[in-house]
């Protein structure tokens, strides 16, 4: 149950908690880290995010390396002081959106080479370029290089991806020179659970920090991603931290905690904070809804966040029907608020070895909401 | 020098420092309102808004007369519980907007028919109507309902523009109902000496809680706009406040103030920070300068601003270039820190009798900065 880094706590059926240390602090699991994607959760400051409870957040390589540059963040003092945020980071390694944003130009056993999505440039990345990248982000956890393919594809593509992102696991390994940032394998192997259990003898074979789950929420459908995540994380390590990447709803989460997963990262919260969709305790709405144009109330009379402790519901569709950028951010507040609070809840849970009923009964409270949404 | 609600008490040459009693307290002047449009100054919390010293702020009748509409507002308590801002606040009376904004129908001496720029709604205001929103809205300080032309007009119009203002005024006093929100009159009469002066007759003769100069900013020359505002300001009684309406520059501040104005708003503080133009003791600067890809440096060294504290240009400029929310916020907050701390710089200045000194030295110093903004 112990390695110098990762601690845990306590274990109730397969839910954990425990302490994982990283350069800049230590963060307890599970955690939810909000996506600050350019170095900036968007529309909060790093004082407002430390203020909602979060541990630590998670920065996008892709986007950094083309914007500003590794270099330039580098010669700054690296992501943390440069964005001014002394907790932990965690950053991806880029493949992830190369395959979503950028367009694709071609997968060798070498890399990736794509053109930028801001400005068309040729530009590469390799499992050796992708933690030297993150090296001179200097975040607390890299992730290896890994291909993260479409669910769509057939089991032939999936087999020769999964053994691809096995070499470059190696590689990303080799590649590492400061061992006081923590580094991440990425299980991969698409809905084949054969494919996910060889992934995960590749990657643990080379005792990475933590492992994390890719190739989810990728456009398969939900039950599947719930039975695979539960699957692979039954076959992880049991003292490293598992990350299930990308995902997801409330309910993935608590869902993904009762599996044993530790760490979850998702724009839901931002994203649909700034579409207008809310996150209650008793389920969702949506604040342009007209049903709110004289409501009084804050968004949920339970909830202790900045924004329902000073805002109606009225106030807040106003101000998201004439597009005024300070609901963006309300909004926010509110929902990562939300995410946050609920993954302490699932932790206070484990601790009192109650999570299994708490599941169940917040799952039926947050499934309710607006017929709308 | 002293009446019941406005009590001077520092004069240095023309410039004064008083104090105005509002339903939601005491304001110091000179001082600079912060412009919130729909009832949120564009990206900011009113707590920011508090911490930034911000005594109080302008709220757009026309804006929250379409939307949300009065009703509403008053339904929910008042514009101050509705936004969540306890201080004085200040309403237009529309007449701005709809000569700015609204594709104009027609003017009579009943007042304005015109197209809301919303939804093309056919939309008509009165003096009598806007005196009823502002009551509804339950602002501190409500503004007679007049005519703004443009000062491209000829004298012909320009003359009768001022008679119908005057009216407009009596019908603005006489539609008031609570005499514990204060009532400013308006002064018009464009770029003519002689009209500005009738202007001037009319409007004090009703006996307004203080006195506006508008129609200035409206594309005159800059020396045609500092003559007028001398001018009718020499002309206004000495014992109510003055208020020099969407004005401006910090140079224009600065130097109104030595004309004896009391009082200001303008956008341009939160619109330049937006557009990433930022003011600074020494000179305005642009932050997407490509001079700032790596400059550690905060926007302005003896700036004490929350931006300022934390943030470098080289991480303002990132942000400014990946379009991240964020930065409108950082922008604005660096912006009004500059406008309301100069303004109380100037407040110092006339307590120590030593305006014409400061006005000086300042108006060099803020005249520097970037060669290309």
Known sequence: MMSSTFKLQNIDNRARNGFLK???GIIETPVFMPVGTYGSVKTLTPHELKELGAEIILCNTYHLFLRPGNI?????GGINRFISWDNPIL????????YSLAELRNITEEGVVFKSHLNGETVSLTPEKAIAIQEDLGSDIMMA??????????RKYIEESTLLTA?????S?????DKSKKLFGIVQGGIFKDLRKTSIEHTVSLDFDGYAIGGLSVGEDKNVMYEISDYTCSLLPEDKPRYLMGVGTPEDILIGISYGIDMFDCVMPTRNARNGLLFTANGRIHIKNKRYERDDNPID????CYTCRNFSKAYLRHLYKAREMLVYRLNTIHNLNFYISLVKKARDAIKNRNYKKFLKETLEEISKGDNNV
């Open 22 to 24: 990283l350069n800049h």
């Open 167 to 171: 070499k470059w696991a190696m590689r």
């Open 301 to 304: 009379k339970a909830c202790s």
């Open 72 to 76: 330039i963040v580098k010669e700054l």
């Open 91 to 98: 950053t991806d390694s880029g493949g992830f959106q190369i």
């Open 173 to 177: 390994m080799k590649a590492r020179v």
């Open 145 to 154: 290089f890994d291909e993260c393919p479409s669910s769509q594809l057939d």
